[in-house]
């Protein structure tokens, strides 16, 4: 039986970050949103979302943008709801650990599971504010 190891480097990151998104690009509810929606630009994208995670995860301040603002634009063009959040948790779980395991990779998912919390409540906060 092989075990896995744990995150270690950038490389890591970015492995799982993009099986995540081949995921998300596939799903029935998350898929519209970067393929139509967004017209996501994987290049740039990717890299981005990969300092995220860095940052967070091996603790090295390299992404140094609000995470929150290009959400909260997204949410008035086209709303995001529980199903969708739930959508993106379960890939990016399925995701790592796929790759690794580990006390990081436990950490991204934490991590992960608050971020999308604190987004939901936020987004449905603002949704409702505007009613």
């Not at 395991?101 to 971020?115: V, Y």
Request: with cysteine.
């Amino acid at each position: 039986m092989d075990t896995k190891r744990d995150i270690e480097t950038r490389a890591d990151i970015q492995q799982a970050v993009e099986l995540f998104y081949e995921k998300v690009k596939a799903d029935e509810h998350l898929g519209i949103i970067f393929n139509e929606i967004v017209n996501m630009h994987w290049d740039t994208h990717i890299p981005l979302i990969v300092d995220f995670w860095e940052t967070i995860v091996l603790d090295n301040p390299v992404y140094q943008k609000n995470a929150m603002e290009k959400h909260f634009h997204l949410n008035q063009i086209y709303p995001l709801k529980k199903l969708h959040f739930d959508a993106w948790l379960k890939h990016f779980h399925e995701a790592f650990d796929a790759c690794f395991e580990g006390p990081k990779t436990t950490l991204a998912k934490k991590r992960a599971d608050s971020i999308a919390a604190i987004m939901q409540f936020k987004m449905e906060e603002r949704t409702n504010a505007q009613k």
